[in-house]
């Protein structure tokens, strides 16, 4: 079992910017692929970002050029900062954990473990 736990969230004003951070325990996270989704109000979780173990990343159209992915498999964490962010950035923000697979997927089923998720609102 991985368990993970997101923390960063937070308001900010257009333009800034934030970082968030997934601290898995149970498991090392160095051979999992970890993505990044996110849910607004009324709306499906969409798919955000992901990085394979190796550090293959992938993002979403509406976030290229101002989100990264990064990991820290020694700290067992991977990160999201987030740039220039936008009101529509706003949204709980969910980190998720899959096992041993090479290319980092971009749909939610394809993720085994998920955290409880942090609110991000981005203010005009």
């Known amino acids: 079992q991985v368990q993970l736990v997101e923390s960063g969230g937070g308001l900010v004003q257009a333009g800034g910017s934030l970082r968030l951070s997934c601290a898995a325990s149970?498991?090392?996270?160095?051979?999992?692929?970890m993505g990044w989704f996110r849910q607004a109000p009324g709306k499906e979780r969409e798919f955000v970002a992901a990085?394979?173990?190796?550090?293959?990343?992938r993002y979403a159209d509406s976030v290229k050029g101002r989100f990264t992915n990064s990991r820290n498999n020694a700290k067992n964490t991977v990160y999201l900062q987030m740039n220039s962010l936008k009101p529509e950035d706003t949204a709980v923000y969910y980190c998720?954990?899959?096992?041993?697979?090479?290319?980092?997927?971009?749909?939610?089923?394809?993720?085994?473990?998920w955290g409880q998720g942090t609110q991000v609102t981005v203010s005009s």
């Open positions: 990085i394979s173990w190796l550090g293959t990343t």
């Open positions: 149970g498991r090392t996270l160095s051979s999992y692929a």
């Open positions: 998720a954990a899959r096992a041993s697979v090479a290319s980092p997927p971009t749909t939610e089923i394809e993720y085994d473990y």
